[in-house]
Antibody, heavy 118, light 109 residues
Framework: EVQLVQSGAEVRKPGESLKISCKTSGYSFNNNSIAWVRQMPGKGLEWMGIIYPADSATRYSRTFQGQVIISADKSISTAYLQSTSLKASDTAMYYC???????????WGQGTLVTVSS | EIVLTQSPATLSLSPGEGATLSCRAS??????LAWYQQKPGQSPRLLVYAASNRATGIPARFSGSGSGTDFTLTISSLEPEDSAVYYCQQRSSWPPSFTFGQGTKLEIK
């Protein structure tokens, strides 16, 4: 069974940094891309970026380029989303998701709620 | 950059009725389109990929159609559990990116 299990909810102050994880199982981690998607409260889905674990190649949305870092550790089949200098506007649910063909998402993590507040 | 525009923004229908959700791309994308369903408090779920292929486990009352710039998700004989927000999504080869539509909220009266 394909599973993507994300780390738990986080609360941070403005200016702090954050790294959330997405532990995968049930399939070949190396051969399937992982995307990160943001959903701000009451809003729609925003693609942040994608990583191909086999060679760690990454692509970022223009909105998030330079604001976040996506990485992966093949040895433990886990992807990460890192953000520094958080702002209140970064408060959102963040999803990791499997992209098997590079074109659409077939499995999603449960989401990680990030709250940034002073 | 390709923009996806979904209509209507909100749809309110009764059980047993049919629903037609539209997604329009700002330029042709062949059949490179997927549809997702998101219920409150849940992660999205893949319904349709490559414009017209139902994902594993998706009921036959969900069907997708279209190519080029105009796409449709049709839900026949609505059930109460179909109440959700529906998103379309496409992938661009260059620049490499994904785009989601803004969503259609379907309410079952």
């Amino acid at each position: 069974e394909v599973q993507l299990v994300q780390s738990g909810a986080e609360v941070r102050k403005p200016g702090e940094s954050l790294k959330i994880s997405c532990k995968t199982s049930g399939y070949s981690f190396n051969n399937n891309s992982i995307a990160w998607v943001r959903q701000m409260p009451g809003k729609g889905l925003e693609w942040m970026g994608i990583i191909y674990p086999a060679d760690s190649a990454t692509r970022y949305s223009r909105t998030f380029q330079g604001q976040v870092i996506i990485s992966a550790d093949k040895s433990i089949s886990t992807a990460y989303l890192q953000s520094t200098s958080l702002k209140a506007s970064d408060t959102a649910m963040y999803y990791c998701a499997r992209v098997p063909t590079g074109r659409w998402i077939d499995h999603w993590g449960q989401g990680t709620l990030v709250t940034v507040s002073s | 950059e390709i923009v996806l525009t979904q209509s209507p923004a909100t749809l309110s229908l009764s059980p047993g009725e049919g629903a037609t959700l539209s997604c329009r791309a700002s330029q042709g994308i062949s059949t490179d389109l997927a549809w997702y369903q998101q219920k409150p408090g849940q992660s999205p779920r893949l319904l349709v990929y490559a414009a017209s292929n139902r994902a594993t486990g998706i009921p036959a009352r969900f069907s997708g159609s279209g190519s080029g710039t105009d796409f449709t998700l049709t839900i026949s004989s609505l059930e109460p559990e179909d109440s959700a927000v529906y998103y379309c999504q496409q992938r661009s080869s260059w620049p490499p990116s994904f785009t989601f539509g803004q969503g259609t909220k379907l309410e079952i009266k």
